[in-house]
Nanobody, 123 residues
């Protein structure tokens, strides 16, 4: 099984940027479809975006499209989430996750999860 550790969260003003990292160990990250999810207080965990295991193509939720970018560095066994033009509604705990599927937007399709990293966007 792959182990995942997120980092890079923090407090940022609206309009600012953050880059989250998801470091994998135990297995090669490129063996999995990978996703980013987030969960705000009192809300369900929601899909942010994913990167295909086979093609490296990326997919995004409408709420972040054009502002967030997912990338993967196979040499470092790490996935990234570059977040630009952040809004207060982006405030949440962000999780990376691994799926045996090529990619997916459904929470239940992901077998391995990191511990999460807090992102807070002030207005």
């Amino acid at each position: 099984q792959v182990q995942l550790v997120e980092s890079g969260g923090g407090l940022v003003q609206a309009g600012g940027s953050l880059r989250l990292s998801c470091a994998a160990s135990g297995r090669t990250l490129s063996s999995y479809g990978m996703g980013w999810f987030r969960q705000a207080p009192g809300k369900e965990r929601e899909y942010v975006g994913a990167i295909s295991r086979s093609t490296g193509n990326t997919y995004y939720a409408d709420s972040v499209k054009g502002r967030f970018t997912i990338s993967r560095d196979n040499a470092k066994n790490t996935m990234y989430l570059q977040m630009n033009s952040l809004k207060p509604e982006d405030t949440a705990v962000y999780y990376c996750a691994a799926t045996y599927s090529d990619y997916d937007f459904r929470v239940d399709e992901y077998a391995q999860w990191g511990q999460g990293t807090q992102v807070t966007v002030s207005s």
